[in-house]
T-cell receptor, first 115, second 113 residues
Framework: GENVEQHPSTLSVQEGDSAVIKCTYS??????FPWYKQELGKGPQLIID?????GEKKDQRIAVTLNKTAKHFSLHITETQPEDSAVYFC??????????????FGTGTLLAVQP | ETGVTQSPTHLIKTRGQQVTLRCSSQ?????VSWYQQALGQGPQFIFQ???????GRGNFPPRFSGLQFPNYSSELNVNALELDDSALYLC????????????FGPGTRLTVL
C-alpha cells in the first residue's frame, strides 16, 4: 500500500552544521514530493517541494534530492540555525483521481539545532 | 502565514458527542483537504472537497463527513466521538487546476474524554 518511511526520527546538530533527513516511498507512481516544517502548536509549513521530472532543487540553505530508481528523496539543510529547530515531514503524492493529489506523510523528524 | 484559518483553536468533547470544525481557505483556492494528525505522527488524509463536492476519501469511517460552501470554506463533522479521535485536525487548501502545493492552516486540537 501507500507508505512513506522517514529517518531519522530525531536529529541533533550543532549550529552551523548540516542536517540531512531521508525518506523512502513505496508507490512508483508518486510524482510530487513536498517537505513541511511544523513548529510546536502550528500547522505544517511548506519549505520546499520537488516533482518527479527533476532530480534536485535548491532554495538558499535548503535543498532536496530525488532518486526515482531507488524511490528515495532527501532534505538537506546547510548552515543550520537555532530557528531551524522543528519537526520536519516529508510527503509523497500521486494522481489518484481527485482534484489534487492527496499527501502521504512520513512519521516526522525532530531536528534540534544546538547553539 | 498561509491565509488558511481554522476554528476553533481547540476544544474538548466527551465520547459519543458530535463536533464540527471549520476551515476558511486561502483566497482563490477551490480545493480543501482535511487531515488528522495524532500526537507524534504525520498527518493522515481524511477527505478532499473540490467545488463543493467530495473528491476523494482516505481510510476513515462514514462518521467523518464534510461540507464545502460556495465561498470554498469547509466544515469537518465527526459523529459518535471516540477516544481515538483525539488529534490535531488540519485543513489544507489549494487551487487545484494550477498547482499541487497545499497550504495548511494552524489546526484544531480536539480532545475526547
Amino acid at each position: 500500500g501507500e507508505n512513506v518511511e522517514q529517518h531519522p526520527s530525531t536529529l541533533s546538530v550543532q549550529e552551523g552544521d548540516s542536517a540531512v533527513i531521508k525518506c523512502t516511498y513505496s508507490d512508483s507512481a508518486s510524482n510530487y514530493f513536498p517537505w513541511y516544517k511544523q513548529e510546536l502548536g502550528k500547522g505544517p509549513q511548506l519549505i520546499i517541494d520537488i516533482r518527479s521530472n527533476v532530480g534536485e532543487k535548491k532554495d538558499q540553505r535548503i535543498a532536496v534530492t530525488l532518486n526515482k530508481t531507488a524511490k528515495h528523496f532527501s532534505l538537506h539543510i546547510t548552515e543550520t540555525q537555532p530557528e531551524d529547530s522543528a519537526v520536519y515531514f516529508c510527503a509523497a503524492s500521486w494522481d489518484y483521481g481527485g482534484a489534487t493529489n492527496k499527501l502521504i506523510f512520513g512519521t516526522g523528524t525532530l531536528l534540534a539545532v544546538q547553539p | 502565514e498561509t491565509g488558511v484559518t481554522q476554528s476553533p483553536t481547540h476544544l474538548i468533547k466527551t465520547r459519543g458527542q458530535q463536533v464540527t470544525l471549520r476551515c476558511s481557505s486561502q483566497s482563490g483556492h477551490n480545493t480543501v483537504s482535511w487531515y488528522q494528525q495524532a500526537l507524534g505522527q504525520g498527518p493522515q488524509f481524511i477527505f478532499q472537497y473540490y467545488r463543493e463536492e467530495e473528491n476523494g476519501r482516505g481510510n476513515f469511517p462514514p462518521r467523518f463527513s464534510g461540507l464545502q460552501f460556495p465561498n470554498y470554506s469547509s466544515e469537518l463533522n465527526v459523529n459518535a466521538l471516540e477516544l481515538d479521535d483525539s488529534a490535531l485536525y488540519l485543513c489544507a487548501s489549494t487551487e487545484a487546476e494550477f498547482t499541487d502545493t497545499q497550504y495548511f492552516g494552524p489546526g484544531t486540537r480536539l480532545t475526547v474524554l
